[in-house]
């Protein structure tokens, strides 16, 4: 591992000091150590800002010469064996221009011809996609690229007229498909294509789900895929079941540890001898209080944190994940929403206490993720006051979301909600994380949650919503109004946001999320999936309610989940990208 930071190469200008201008003696130093001063945040949103290229290349460079610095002092200047020897693994596109900078460094620095340049970088890059969304396609302006890395413009301008030589070779006269695949958007402004360079570069592309790598291949690749299919494979996503079993959720740990010992540690695929125990009773009987306990944990840390109250019968409902519109946490909203309606109409035969908690960031000029947290707070801040409601329902957004909450929140789950709009979540590990400590989900076929969904079993899983294809083929003719015309609950929900009734004293702050669910051009059709999601919510309530189905639905999600495990994600980078020979770790 290694971290690295900018600092200037000298402290501060004696002579401005001198002269009494303070701020420009230590303009060079502060611009220099302002590369490293903040990370940009990850987040499924490209800003396009000079500061985060500068530190695209600062940390690129910086690890391909500390990497080329180790071979030449072991080896010299000869680089016959660097490919075989050496990968770079390009974690999404942040990192892609170290295809024009590994060139760079091989041609201008050790004196390599282009060809044997070019040899090497094609044969080291790997690159790994992890969106498919295009608003977070990183494209950076011929502009910008030429006034701060002059000489990386030049070079990519190269690769570029050597890979379009090479496509109009295979394909010739088809001059759409070479624009198309070219590395620079031409137009008004013209953009260098990142994601395209890493795929030029790479031996190997691939997705994080198998979904999403089919659709690369299908879609945002195809041209790509058409001409080197060979490039093209998938690493379903894991999770390290060190941190999000062992560590976090001590109370299940030990429970597992007894029953099937400590291997699943390090082989998570064990798991799968729990399936043995799901009808035990005496072992369903501990399952019941070790989730309880981890539960009361999270209600006692909510009651110290946010001086709120869950009750611990409740079904503890999660979605916590960054906020963006297309994981629909509005979807989530709107169901609370039809919950509350329903109480205050008296439908509650039979009722399920529900405590739903919605956490997570939003990036800080992205309005509608703003926009969406505000209805949250104001939903909880009317339903949690109204005392029709009482403790058969709470709302609560958790603020600060993290890494260290996440390990707090999952362990106390019940549900899971992987809500998000049928082809836009890559993979999604929040749910793996979720599956591992007995939490049921709640789901769109999207992401890994299709995986998921395989392992567990469909009894197990509770599935909703459009598919990817039907998502696809109803965008021609969506029309929010007349589903929300058809569907009397749905529209008292509509009709409590646009009275008001949710922002009495700050008039109209809700009509752009208003406008949104109800546009025929609404890319991720919430209101499409309504009446599937609240029908699927009925049969997670049906099931809660036999606290006997629950604990064994949740012990076969535990049982299920070894897929999910970073360690099996890692071996087949290794098997089928690195090709690295093990080291034997003595115990
Ligand atoms: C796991 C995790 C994520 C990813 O969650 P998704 O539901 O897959 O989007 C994001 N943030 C934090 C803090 C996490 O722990």
């Known amino acids: 591992m290694r971290l690295w930071k900018a600092s200037a190469t000298e402290e501060f200008d004696l002579q401005e000091f001198n002269a009494g201008d303070y701020a420009e003696s230590v303009a060079a130093k502060n611009t220099a150590e302002n590369i490293t001063m903040v990370l940009y945040p990850n987040d499924a949103n490209e800003n396009g800002k000079a500061l985060r ?36 693994q390009l974690n999404d596109t942040h990192p892609s221009i170290a295809v024009a900078e590994l060139m760079r460094l091989l041609i201008d620095i050790h004196n390599l011809p282009w060809e044997q340049a070019w040899t090497i970088t094609s044969q080291t890059m790997a690159y790994t996609n992890h969106t498919l969304l295009p608003e977070a396609l990183e494209r950076w302006p011929v502009t910008l690229v030429k006034q701060l890395l002059p000489r990386i413009m030049e070079i990519i301008f190269e690769i570029n007229a050597r890979f379009l030589a090479e496509v109009s070779a295979h394909y010739p006269g088809d001059m759409e498909r070479i624009a198309r695949m070219s590395l620079i958007e031409e137009g008004h402004t013209q953009y260098v294509r990142m994601a395209y360079l890493a795929i030029v570069g790479s031996y190997s592309v691939n997705g994080v789900a198998e979904l999403h790598s089919k659709l690369l291949q299908q879609g945002l690749f195809k041209d790509f895929y058409e001409f080197w299919p060979h490039k093209f494979n998938n690493k379903t996503n894991g999770v390290t079941p060190r941190r999000w079993l062992a560590a976090c959720n001590p109370e299940l740990s030990q429970l597992i540890t007894e029953t099937i010992g400590s291997a699943w540690i390090t082989d998570l695929s064990q798991l799968s001898r729990l399936k043995a125990y799901a009808d035990d009773p005496q072992f369903k009987q501990r399952w019941r209080e070790a989730k309880q306990q981890a539960k009361q944990k999270l209600i006692d840390l909510k009651r110290r944190e946010l001086n709120i109250e869950f009750d611990h019968d409740a079904l503890f409902d999660v979605q916590v994940k960054r906020i963006h519109e297309y994981k629909r946490q509005l979807l989530n909203v709107l169901h609370v929403i039809h919950l509350y309606d329903r109480i205050k109409r008296h439908d509650t035969q039979n009722w399920t206490k529900r405590c739903v908690l919605i956490g997570g960031k939003a990036a800080p000029g992205y309005f509608m993720a703003k926009r969406i947290i505000k209805l949250i707070n104001n939903v909880a801040n009317v339903i949690n006051n109204d005392p029709d409601v009482g403790n058969k329902l709470k709302l609560m957004f958790l603020p600060n979301y993290s890494v260290s909450a996440m390990e707090k929140i999952c362990p106390g789950t019940d549900l899971s909600e992987q809500i998000s709009t049928a082809g836009k979540e890559a993979s999604g590990t929040g749910n793996m994380k979720f599956m591992m400590n007995g939490a049921l989900t709640i789901g769109t076929l999207d992401g890994a949650n299709i995986e998921i969904r395989e392992e567990v079993g469909e009894e197990n899983f509770f599935l909703f919503g459009l598919t990817e294809d039907q998502v696809e083929a109803m965008k021609k003719h969506y029309d929010p109004k007349a589903i929300i015309e058809q569907d009397s609950d749905l529209q008292r929900v ?87 020979t093990p080291i034997k770790i003595k115990d």
């Open 494 to 580: 509509i009709n409590l946001i646009e009275c008001g009734h949710f922002n009495r004293f700050e008039p109209g702050i809700f009509d752009p999320i208003l406008a949104s669910l109800t546009s025929p051009q609404d890319p991720w059709m919430t209101v499409a999936d309504f009446r599937s999601y609240v029908e699927a919510q009925k049969r997670v309530e049906h099931a809660y309610q036999d606290k006997d189905l629950w604990t064994r639905m949740s012990i076969l999600n535990c049982a299920a989940s070894g897929k999910f495990s970073t360690d099996r994600t890692i071996t087949e980078y290794n098997n089928e990208i690195w090709r690295l």
């Open 53 to 88: 290229l500068q530190q695209q290349y600062l940390l690129t460079s910086a690890s391909l010469q500390d990497v080329i610095g180790g071979w030449i002092g072991r080896h010299g200047n000869n680089f016959t064996n660097f490919a075989a020897k050496n990968c770079f």
